[in-house]
């Protein structure tokens, strides 16, 4: 199972949005509703901001949105603020039950 | 609230077999609505996804084609905690070793799943001589 493709790196600066994509496979993000990403600061475990595509568990706040269109992934940040500034990876149910990452993208804040 | 916790050697010698325990607070090993996953993380290599254990009237496990061969999650229900063993071990499987539970609900084979909501705090794992 090759890792989901997510660009290296993405900047903005505060108050702004931006996308960060995540590209997969008709076996995997395309073939389910089951896209999560997760944010992680240095040293810390990954943290859940979105699963199913679009869907926010309790807590995170409303300015992260996620959607899909066809293979492809994206998560959402809007009103950038300087905490937003950590990694972020895409993850997919496959086609073989299993789970896979996308390869993390650097958010910088500019 | 629901907490993990994770145990385990932190140094390896390759050929060797790596073993690492996660403890559950707060939730059940046997929940009909969780799963529970090892995950690991290396520069090289990001976040890979290792396996899972479930129950749903029985135990089921799903694993990475990856290490298929060589890895086994079990859970421990008087513990309520699960274990990660992976054999063979060489200095790829150097990594930041992560528990987390899934959310997942229905029935063998249809499931619903929730993302990975509640993650250990991460043991590090080195496999050298």
């Known amino acids: 199972q090759s890792a989901l493709t997510q660009p290296a790196s993405v900047s903005g600066s505060p108050g702004q949005s931006i996308t960060i994509s995540c590209t997969g496979t008709s076996s995997d993000v395309g073939g389910y509703h089951y896209v999560s990403w997760y944010q992680q600061h240095p040293g810390k475990a990954p943290k859940l901001m979105i699963y199913d595509v679009g869907n926010r568990p309790s807590g995170v706040s409303d300015r992260f949105s996620g959607s899909k269109s066809g293979n492809t992934a994206s998560l959402t940040i809007s009103g950038l603020q300087a905490e937003d500034e950590a990694d972020y990876y895409c993850s997919s149910y496959t086609r073989s039950s299993t789970l896979v990452f996308g390869g993390g993208t650097k958010l910088t804040v500019l | 609230q629901v907490q993990l916790q994770q145990s385990g050697s932190g140094l390896v010698k390759p050929s060797q077999t790596l073993s690492l325990t996660c403890v559950i607070s707060g939730d059940s090993v046997s929940s009909d609505s969780a799963a529970w996953n090892w995950i690991r993380q290396s520069p090289s290599r990001g976040l890979e996804w290792l396996g899972r254990?479930?129950?749903?009237?029985?135990?089921?496990?799903d694993y990475a084609v990856s290490v298929k061969s060589r890895i086994t999650i079990n859970p421990d229900t008087p513990k309520n905690q699960f274990s990660l063993q992976l054999n063979s071990v060489t200095p790829e499987d150097t990594a930041m070793y992560y528990c987390?539970?899934?959310?997942?609900?229905?029935?063998?084979?249809?499931?619903?799943?929730?993302?990975?909501?509640?993650w250990g705090q991460g043991t590090t794992v080195t496999v050298s001589s």
């Open positions: 254990t479930y129950y749903r009237s029985k135990w089921y496990n």
């Open positions: 987390a539970r899934e959310g997942m609900s229905g029935s063998y084979p249809y499931y619903y799943h929730y993302g990975m909501d509640v």
